[in-house]
DNA sequence: ATAATTTATTAGGCATGCCTAATTTTTTAT
DNA sequence: ATAAAAAATTAGGCATGCCTAATAAATTAT
């Protein structure tokens, strides 16, 4: 059994506040944690009275002022050692998060400032997050097409320009929806097509067509 | 308060078994991790448990191979980011190993290896300790005498080569023993002397003799 | 050898964070 | 609007690791 820290909840919160419109229950938190929504209930307590989190049945789970900064310095610093892990140790882009979940919760004023300049000041994580500034500011993600990202990069589905039934239907075959991740192996130069993988899924080839059709970031 | 994990115990112990010829008590080791002989008691008992050590009230504590292995890679582990902090994020000497002592706990099978070639397969640790090497061997500490050490560099008593009384006293007075970290300040070329501090006292001129009768390691 | 001191151990409790199994509340479907 | 389903909460417990206070055992000093 994984036991959770403060931190992983106000992480598992700001997650859940950027996908949604929708509000932050016990069950959400839950679901996001692979815990008991029993778990989080009292934990939503704890926060509550440590001035970290608003939180009321109807409105749900809300980040204080005071839990979004911790929230965001945790994030911040998650991307930071994912960058490092594997840029510096050449981990490869699977293996990372994992390792950067535990590196998140070290502890000192200085460590992601002097790790931030180790690693030259990187806007994105290797999954194409933003990687939120000392001063908190997370830049807008950059949108692309996916045509645009070269091969050996992930990126994150950010928007859909082509809003067809047919389109939208072969998305959904795929696996591919706002947030997905798209790893592109290969772009084949003839036809402007390319070699992609959703997620863990097999490795499939994509027309050029569907590359100008979908915005990364 | 803090609490500790099995790793924080074994790698006390471990500590305790390198220096000493004495047995690894309770009380040293509470004293060695600032807790209570009581807690200590309650986790010698789960760690025999897992046969991580051995525990006789009349022989002490002691590693079995298992407990020495994690014990070893934790030191391992301890020492690299200790090489990296300062070397890589430019942290002073007695920063480190606080952050260490987190960092030494993540866990992640190729972490210590990939480490320890990013920072080209390190010797010593900034505090003159050997790093394990991945099989486990640990080299044993260069001895030189305390007047070879460069000026800005940091050392640990290994021997002392004068054992007459006026000078152990004197050593006792300036709080030096086995083990004790000296810091060279400054190196005065006409007379041979130096300028120590140490641990956290105040600088201290000490002669050429001095120099040549400390072996540290 | 006995007394005094120090060390080790046990007993009993506290806090944290987890769980399952009720129970209550809210939402959804008929 | 009522019944059924889903979600939130509470109650009661477990495990971990810590503590203090009391007791037992071992060491040291007289």
């Not at 949604?20 to 934990?43: F, G, H, Q």
Request: with cysteine; net charge neutral; proline share 3%.
């Amino acid at each position: 059994m994984h036991t959770f820290s403060e931190e992983n909840y106000l992480r598992a919160i700001y997650r859940l506040s950027l996908d949604a419109k929708a509000k932050i229950s016990p069950t959400s938190i839950a679901e996001e944690l692979n815990n008991n929504p029993a778990s989080v209930v009292d934990m939503l307590k704890k926060l509550t009275d440590k001035k970290l989190i608003s939180y009321d049945k109807k409105k749900g789970a809300k980040l204080t002022d005071k839990g979004t900064k911790t929230a965001i310095e945790v994030v911040r610093k998650h991307r930071l050692w994912e960058v490092f892990l594997l840029e510096k140790l050449g981990y490869g882009w699977e293996e990372i998060h994992d390792i950067a979940e535990q590196l998140e919760h070290i502890h000192n004023d200085e460590l992601a400032d002097r790790l931030d300049k180790f690693l030259g000041f990187p806007d994105y994580d290797p999954h194409g997050d933003p990687i939120p500034k000392a001063n908190g500011k997370i830049a807008t993600t950059y949108k692309t097409m996916l045509l645009e990202v070269e091969p050996g990069n992930s990126c994150q589905v950010a928007a859909v320009k082509d809003t067809s039934v047919a389109f939208l239907h072969y998305l959904e075959k795929l696996g591919v929806g706002i947030g997905t991740r798209i790893k592109i192996v290969e772009k084949i130069a003839f036809d402007g097509s390319m070699v992609i993988q959703v997620g863990k899924a097999d490795k499939i080839n994509v027309s050029k067509k569907f590359g100008e059709s979908i915005l990364v970031g």
